[in-house]
């Protein structure tokens, strides 16, 4: 079975400062693995996605990620933090990259302090 | 495009009362999922349908849930009669293909007391 464990449950960051979330993940086989964003009051927001290849992975907002095999991590990061990104953040892993029944991580909010 | 597109936002309602929830998908997306947030247990996938037919409803917690699709513009899910532990935030989100690229609405907060 696939699981995600996101350890960090509250971070606090100013703003312009750069945010890193983790993410450790459970899988047997390659893992497909995604980040995404719920902004208070609204659904989740796919910020990026890993299949395969680079393992590095840029996203939208200026979000990039990177996937580490040997850490079974999948770690997000943003070099400067804007007020916008106080949010919930979810990493989620799935089969395969038509996977509908993801296995979501336990969420991490972002608070950014001015 | 609206986006996806569910009502009520809020509802509060009696322990044993019917609950509808209401969701218009994008248009042009063939598929649509019903998602449950909450604490505890996090975000879960209740059903979800292809060209408006039901594909999954293994996450369907009990019969007191169901769900249907009657045209590909709209689609409910309602649980009767309701308990509190139904409480959560149900989020209804719409694809063009399977996989977890679905565009989510800005869900529906239910409180049952």
């Known amino acids: 079975a696939q699981s995600v464990t996101q350890p960090d449950i509250h971070i606090t960051v100013s703003e312009g400062a750069s945010l890193e979330l983790r993410c450790n993940y459970s899988?047997?086989?390659?893992?497909?693995l995604f980040w995404y964003v719920q902004s208070p009051g609204q659904g989740l927001q796919l910020l990026l996605k890993y299949f395969s290849g680079d393992t590095l992975v840029q996203g939208i907002k200026g979000f990039e990620a990177e996937f580490k095999r040997s850490q079974s991590s999948f770690n997000l990061r943003k070099p400067s933090v804007h007020w916008s990104d106080a949010a919930e953040y979810f990493c989620a892993v799935g089969a395969d990259r038509y996977d509908y029944k993801l296995s979501f991580g336990a969420g991490t909010t972002v608070t950014v302090r001015a | 495009d609206a986006g996806v597109i569910q009502s009520p936002r809020h509802e509060v309602t009696e322990m044993g009362q019917e609950v509808t929830l209401r969701c218009k998908p994008i248009?042009?997306?063939?598929?649509l999922f019903w998602y449950r947030q909450t604490m505890m247990r996090g975000l879960e996938l209740l059903i979800y349908?292809?060209?408006?037919?039901?594909?999954?409803d293994s996450g369907m917690p009990e019969d007191r849930f169901s769900a249907k699709m009657p045209n590909a513009s709209f689609s409910t899910l309602k649980i009767q009669p309701s308990e509190p532990r139904d409480s959560a935030v149900y989020f209804c989100a719409s694809s063009f293909r399977p996989g977890p690229e679905a565009f989510f609405g800005q869900g529906t907060r239910l409180t049952v007391v």
């Open positions: 899988y047997g086989a390659t893992p497909y």
């Open positions: 248009s042009g997306h063939d598929y």
């Open positions: 349908f292809n060209n408006n037919v039901p594909i999954d």
